[in-house]
């Protein structure tokens, strides 16, 4: 039926094309026109009353649409309906379609389709309209049915669930399918279910499962697949009950069978069989026309009565569009047919759903959870959905509270106070990445405070006590085993002791521990000048200084050149002479007489060449030693730390996951590590021996860094620093009970978070902040540009005092010779001479 809209101020008039496709109905087809034509009459007549209706009929589906059509009603088989709402949609029209079952139905918001479904046969229509609407979004599926589903109808079930429809963006879907044997004894059917789903794998099948079986089965099939393992959080089930009818529909019995993390809907028959229900093809076309006729005449007088309160210039600009009324008389025939339909409202089915997520972890009792109607069936407008099928898949935990526990522990977690003493923030990494599993998994949450220090658990043994409260406070982990929380939000580390209590996330975090060590000190530049030079080096040039004077003098002294040419042998006559000849020598001075002999002219010339040699070697080492000043020893490695066992002492936390390990090892020089710990008794009397370079300390490198910037906030010093060895990786990671169905999901989104950086992202922003000490957390000193100071030059004023003080003492003792000289001259009796 072809449907077009003209309105002016005054005048309406409606054309509408009605398409029935005699191929398709074949016998019926007189019999259906005529229907249709008589209730038009009786629609223009009775209905509407404030507009004209032009009505074209059409017997084939091949026709072109006028562009003065408004809408178009048809009935046709399913490629023919889909191919004329193609041309109907291009041009902005009403398309209303009556068709043949297994069909899907056009987009509701675009078009009305009412397939023809046989009573008793709409099964594989619903669970294609439920895939058509994307209510389940399966690429894969299990299927077990039992003789519920008639053999004709299990070729159209599979048809429905795997047939891929591009129109609708529906991909196909890849399908186990097992049927399950019910005409045999409860036992037998029993030993058939075990065995059956004994054999099924998710990792091979899917997650998805679709059970069509009879009422009294579902308890069953419940049972077992719990026993193994195939419920879960990531799984879907969905049973579809078929016996069922308006008085036999106790669904409400399963939901004891519901669990924590559950993810399972029910479908079911809600069909009610009496001589007062209405159907078939006839009923369907009258309905859906009453409707449109309604419809059409609300929308003209609306449109009417609007005009007439502007003027025309005003009206043509505020009229609505071809699609404002095709979207206008979809809502109106809808309406009607949701209000006032009659056809085949007898048939119906009825969705309820688990609503489990974390249920459990409710404490005031409001919200208890179980089954929730989400929805109906009917072959008139399909499926009706107040809620998800599967409202955790799509909404996670749906925004319930989920209680949880923590305590200070930076920097995973930080709990900051107001002035009141009230806690007014909680922050660390640990809530950072709360804050992102309550938003990617729809929950709120309740934070409680740990009581640290409170007696272990009556429930536990002293065995299991002793292992797991090295690590995890016993309030906690009472806490998390008794379900009064959903889970610790503390970083825990994991050890396969405390996994026979309870559970442990992915790891947030790997921490390495390494140790804490004075930092090297610049050593002593009072005998810089001395640094170019080793020991040995200097000894060897005394030598050689020493020795080379009483040489050149021999040599000097029995050359007979002077005595054959007379030359006179004064400045090098002595050894003294020669010795400070070769000493200002050295000093690149010379002398003030050269020898005359060859000999000796020889070997001053081998000694200066000496000089040369030495004094550039000097002074290029003492350029060295100024621009890099030279640093006690440090210790960086453990072996280091080793070597100076008998000057250094070292500890660690005591309790902690690295005693625990290095009590065990095997290998020597932990073994020894572990041996040679001392207690810590006052943690400041510790940090002042490790800044004298007496103690090292032991512990996680983050633990270490927080050490490290509040010493130098303190003393505005940069006195410690950590060692270049890193060992013993220690596994950081958030507690839950072990019996937990969300663990699958948590680590789920943890991986993400480290594989987008973010968890390391909130490891770096709570870390201390760099400061001018971070630079220098290697032992390295800075060189660059270094300006030569009075601690560089001190040793060379240390020189001149001692040759100064050295001088006068000399001069003092020259004093003393010449008085006790002059004294014992006086002393004697000179012969009188004249």
């Known amino acids: 039926m072809l449907l077009e809209l003209v309105l002016s101020s005054a005048f309406v008039c409606v054309i509408r094309a009605v398409i029935i496709d005699r191929e398709f109905l074949s016998n019926e087809y007189e019999v259906i026109k005529h229907a249709i034509e008589s209730y038009l009459v009786f629609a ?182 719990k026993m193994f393992g195939l ?157 998800e099928l599967f409202p955790h898949i799509v909404h996670g935990f749906r925004k319930r509270n989920l209680p949880i526990v923590t305590f200070h522990n930076p920097p995973w977690q930080i709990i900051r106070s107001n002035e009141s003493g009230a806690v007014s923030e909680y922050a660390g990494v640990i809530f950072e990445l709360i804050k992102e599993l309550s938003k990617n998994l729809n929950f709120t949450y309740t934070v409680e405070l740990a009581k640290i220090g409170q007696e272990f658990s009556a429930n536990l043994t002293k065995n299991e006590a002793q292992v797991v409260t090295n690590f995890i406070p016993d309030s906690i982990l009472d806490m998390i085993r008794n379900k009064s929380v959903a889970f610790g939000a503390c970083a825990f580390t994991v050890t396969e002791e405390s996994k026979r209590l309870i559970n442990f996330t992915s790891p947030i975090s790997t921490q390495t521990y390494t140790f804490l060590v004075s930092r090297p000190r610049e050593l002593s530049r009072a005998l810089l000048f001395m640094s170019p030079f080793t020991g040995d080096t200097w000894l060897c040039l005394s030598a050689s200084i020493v020795s080379m004077g009483p040489i050149l003098y021999y040599i000097h002294k029995y050359s007979p050149v002077y005595e054959y040419k007379g030359l006179s042998k004064r400045g090098l006559s002595s050894v003294q002479n020669c010795i400070w000849y070769m000493y200002g020598a050295l000093l690149q001075q010379g002398g003030m007489h050269l020898p005359q002999a060859d000999s ?118 940069c006195d410690l620093a950590l060692g270049l060895d890193e060992f013993l990786n220690e596994q950081l990671a958030m507690v839950v009970s072990q019996d937990t169905p969300y663990l699958e999901i948590i680590n789920d989104e943890i991986k993400k978070l480290h594989q987008v950086g973010l968890i390391q992202k909130w490891l770096t922003d709570y870390l201390p902040k760099k400061d001018r000490c971070w630079k220098n957390n290697r032992h390295i000193v800075e060189v660059n540009n270094h300006t030569v100071n009075m601690d560089d030059m001190q040793g060379s004023f240390f020189v001149l005092f001692l040759g100064f003080l050295l001088s006068f003492f000399i001069t003092i003792g020259e004093k003393l010779w010449h008085k006790y000289v002059t004294k014992k001259k006086m002393k004697i009796i000179q012969p009188f001479t004249t």
């Open 600 to 717: 000796a002219r020889i070997i001053v010339g081998a000694w200066w060449l000496v000089v040369l040699v030495l004094a550039t070697t000097y002074c290029g080492n003492l350029v060295a030693f100024l621009t890099f000043p030279k640093i006690d020893i440090p210790i960086t490695t453990i072996d280091e730390l080793l070597a100076h066992s008998g000057t250094v002492t070292w500890s660690m936390p005591k309790g902690s996951y690295l005693e625990r390990t290095l009590k065990y090892t095997t290998e020597p020089r932990f073994r020894y590590l572990f041996d040679k710990k001392v207690e810590v008794g006052n943690f400041k009397n510790m940090i002042e021996d490790i800044e004298n370079g007496k103690h090292v300390h032991i512990d996680w490198k983050i633990k270490l860094q927080y050490i490290m910037k509040q010493q130098y906030l303190d003393s505005d010093r």
């Open 231 to 387: 419920v879960n959080t990531r799984t879907q089930w969905l049973y579809i009950i078929s016996n069922t009818h308006f008085r036999h529909k106790d669904i409400n019995r399963f939901r004891q069978l519901l669990s924590e993390g559950d993810n399972i809907a029910f479908l079911y028959n809600n069909t009610v069989n009496n001589d007062t229900c209405t159907g078939g093809i006839q009923c369907h076309c009258e309905e859906i026309l009453s409707g449109f006729t309604r419809a059409l005449d609300e929308a003209i007088l609306f449109e009417w009565e609007t005009s007439s309160q502007v003027s025309d210039e005003e009206w043509e600009a505020i009229r609505p569009s071809k699609l404002d009324r095709r979207n206008s008389l979809l809502q109106g025939i809808k309406t009607f047919l949701l209000q006032r339909g009659q056809c085949d409202n007898c048939t119906s089915w009825l969705m309820k759903t688990g609503d489990t997520w974390g249920r459990e972890y409710q404490q005031n009792g409001t919200d208890s959870g179980g089954l929730i109607s989400v929805g109906n069936w009917r072959p008139s407008d399909g499926p009706s959905m107040s809620d």
């Open 44 to 225: 223009k007549r009775e209905i509407l009353k404030h507009g004209g209706v032009n009505v074209q009929y059409y017997s084939w589906t091949t026709i072109n649409i006028k562009k003065d059509v408004t809408a178009i009603f048809s009935i046709a088989s399913c490629p023919d309906t889909w191919r004329l709402f193609r041309q109907a949609r291009d041009a902005n029209l009403l398309h209303m379609a009556i068709s043949e079952s297994d069909c899907p139905r056009l987009p509701p918001d675009e078009a009305i389709t009412v397939p023809l479904i046989t009573r008793g046969e709409e099964l594989p229509q619903l669970l294609l309209d439920l895939r058509t609407r994307q209510t389940y979004n399966w690429n894969s599926a299990f299927i077990l049915y039992d003789d519920t589903l008639s053999r004709d109808q299990v070729t159209r079930v599979v048809k429905s669930i795997t047939a891929q429809y591009s129109n609708l963006r529906v991909n196909a879907a890849a399908i186990s399918f097992v049927k399950l044997e019910t005409r045999l004894p409860m036992d037998e059917i029993r030993r058939q279910v075990k065995e059956i789903l004994s054999s099924v794998s998710i990792k091979t099948v899917g997650g998805n499962f679709l059970a069509i079986i009879g009422y009294e089965l579902v308890e069953l099939l419940m049972e077992y697949a």
